[in-house]
């Protein structure tokens, strides 16, 4: 299943809660070090792109190279 959007390294030790705070439908997780978006529960409104102060939420056909293994790191915290 395609990931709308992915969480990647900028969140990783920082956490800021606002995406969670601002998400309408309650698809972000918490994880160990960084937060996480449940794919099967997004609706893809972007809001939470729009307002991580870290800009570390892409949408997965924007995700910079560098950062495609967060998309199997959510995966992972998801299965």
Not at 37 to 66: K, M, Y
Request: proline letters at 6%; a negative charge; one cysteine or more.
């Amino acid at each position: 299943s395609r990931m709308a959007f992915v969480i990647a390294e900028p969140c990783v030790g920082n956490k800021d809660a606002s995406c969670t705070q601002e998400c309408p439908v309650d698809c972000i997780y918490e994880g160990e070090d960084q937060y996480f978006i449940n794919p099967d529960e997004c609706i893809s409104c972007g809001i939470c792109a729009t307002v991580c102060p870290f800009e570390a939420i892409f949408d997965e056909a924007e995700l910079p190279e560098e950062w495609r293994s967060y998309i199997d790191k959510a995966r992972e915290f998801f299965a």
